[in-house]
């Protein structure tokens, strides 16, 4: 039976956990998280289907279990694996996608070199994700794509089935043309995108960046431009639009632009909160703190558009500026490898820890130390016990999609305490009233952001965490599966239409 829905994202939607000595799929543990959210879908149509690809040491063997039904709280479905091979995902994922992809998106050319990349495998993997989606879906079904490293399967997909209307979700920024034109390969990549019925953008600044992108390279023209809602348009801010595009046109084919943010799960943060055992850890923390210690918490990937080292530096002036706050104060800055085998990360680790390793020599004691870097994952639950206990979460990557952390950090604030200092350049800060903006490429920016936050009293903390609260619940994810559910609706009453060059 062919499936209403198709899912096409690189991860598969289970974990895979080994039971007395056999691969069992299991339920994802935690219902937080793109995963869960995305299988939340499944239970709006009558079929629905997920495509993600799986290590296979020999694609070609035919035991390999290309297609597995699956029958979980999230109700039947059917998985699509793609056997790829190790070298295959190292070309495809790694380098193509992370060490070639990843930097123009966030807008670091200094760090792009497109000589490693084999665009041909490429071409290849995002192939076989189009043809297996082409395989579920059935002719007047919804394809919804994930992701830069699919950005050719729009364009495959409408030729291999021309009347299915395909959805294409952004989850990362989106550079205007001066940055994304590096790429030789901009104009295959923006024309399969422009194949798609509707391409969605958490924030109105990729949008209207994928439109200038479009118009540099194609025809594509905007057909249809609202003002920027204001709760989504503060003034001032880096990554503000007064205008946001809805809809663009290529040759005879009508695209829908979708802004809307991924949130974050609200109602299961609260049930965390009000967990009993996670009271109890909050009260741990603080105690082990003190009351007279002020802990600021740092939650990022170790990626060198997180700020991570500009953080440190940072903290590393305050403690010069500020000597009042020797013995004060403590940085619990969690800095969690993404991919240690990629140079550019481990060169962002080193640095971490030399930094860390300076600070604390420098200005610790045997009482105290200023920073507790932490390079392993942090349970949730033990993570919202830290937002809960923290009197300021400082957030400052030099460019970001949106950053959830911020939103989680917030959600877990249901005292009204606690100060968030973020980034002009995360997506999320042009949703969040309440924050303490600050510019990570500013030493006076995060200089004062900082202090700021460590002596704000604690009326302004309740009335900014009010706000923010507010902010986090309008748009939580709730909000972007109903705005994407309105989308499907929407996409199901186009009129179908065969691809164009």
């Not at 390279?217 to 205008?243: F, K, W, Y």
């Not at 990570?440 to 200089?447: G, L, V």
């Amino acid at each position: 039976m062919s499936s209403d829905l198709v899912i096409v994202y690189h991860r598969q939607p289970y974990e895979e956990v080994e039971v007395d000595g056999k691969i069992e799929l299991k339920e994802n543990s935690s219902p937080n998280g793109i995963v869960p959210t995305l299988k939340s879908f499944f239970g709006r149509v009558e079929k629905a289907s997920w495509v993600a690809w799986k290590y296979a040491d020999d694609p070609s063997n035919p035991d390999f279990e290309r297609v597995v039904e699956i029958d979980d709280s999230y109700g039947k479905y059917s998985v699509s694996r793609l056997p790829l091979t190790e070298e295959q995902v190292q070309s495809f994922y790694h380098v193509s996608s992370k060490e070639a992809f990843w930097p123009i998106l966030h807008g670091f050319k200094e760090r792009y070199n497109y000589d490693p990349v084999d665009w041909p495998t490429f071409r290849q993997v995002n192939w076989a994700f189009a043809e297996a989606a082409a395989a579920e879906v059935s002719d007047d079904g919804v394809v919804w794509i994930h992701d830069y490293n699919l950005w050719l399967v729009p364009g495959y997909l409408r030729q291999l089935k021309p009347s299915v209307k395909i959805a294409f979700f952004h989850h990362t920024p989106f550079p205007n043309p001066d940055i994304f034109n590096v790429l030789p390969w901009r104009e295959e990549i923006v024309k399969s995108l422009l194949q798609a019925d509707a391409v969605g953008f958490h924030i109105p600044r990729y949008s209207n960046n994928f439109k200038a992108v479009a118009r540099s390279i194609t025809s594509a023209r905007s057909t249809d431009e609202t003002p920027t809602p204001e709760a989504m348009s503060p003034r001032g801010m880096a990554l503000s639009e007064r205008h946001t595009v809805r809809a663009m046109r290529h040759h005879d084919h009508d695209i829908l632009i979708d802004t809307s943010p991924v949130g974050v799960d609200t109602d299961y943060i609260a049930s965390v909160v009000a967990d009993p055992e996670v009271q109890a850890k909050v009260a741990d923390i603080r105690s082990e703190i003190g009351e007279d210690m002020q802990l600021i918490v740092s939650v990022a990937r170790t990626d060198y558009t997180k700020g991570n080292v500009e953080q440190l530096e940072a903290y590393e002036r305050l403690l010069v500026s500020r000597p009042d706050l020797i013995g004060k104060v403590r940085l619990m800055h969690v800095s969690v490898g993404a991919n240690r085998n990629m140079t550019a990360y481990e060169e962002v680790q080193q640095r971490i820890e030399e930094l860390s390793g300076r600070i604390n020599g420098t200005f610790g004691s045997f009482e105290w130390q200023p920073v507790s870097l932490i390079s392993t994952a942090i349970p949730f639950r033990d993570l919202i016990a830290y937002y809960r206990a923290a009197d300021v979460a400082w957030i400052t990557p030099l460019a970001d999609g949106l950053n959830l952390v911020a939103n989680e950090f917030c959600m877990a604030r249901d005292d009204l305490g606690g100060a968030l200092v973020l980034s002009e350049f995360a997506g999320t800060a042009v949703l969040l009233k309440g924050a303490i903006p600050v510019n990570p490429f500013s030493f006076a920016s995060m200089d004062r952001g900082i202090q700021q936050a460590l002596d704000m009293d604690d009326e302004e903390k309740r009335s900014r965490m009010k706000g923010l609260r507010e902010s986090v619940q309008k748009f939580d994810i709730n909000a972007w599966v109903t705005s994407q559910t309105e989308l499907f609706d929407r996409l199901r009453k186009l009129p179908s239409k065969e691809a164009k060059s």
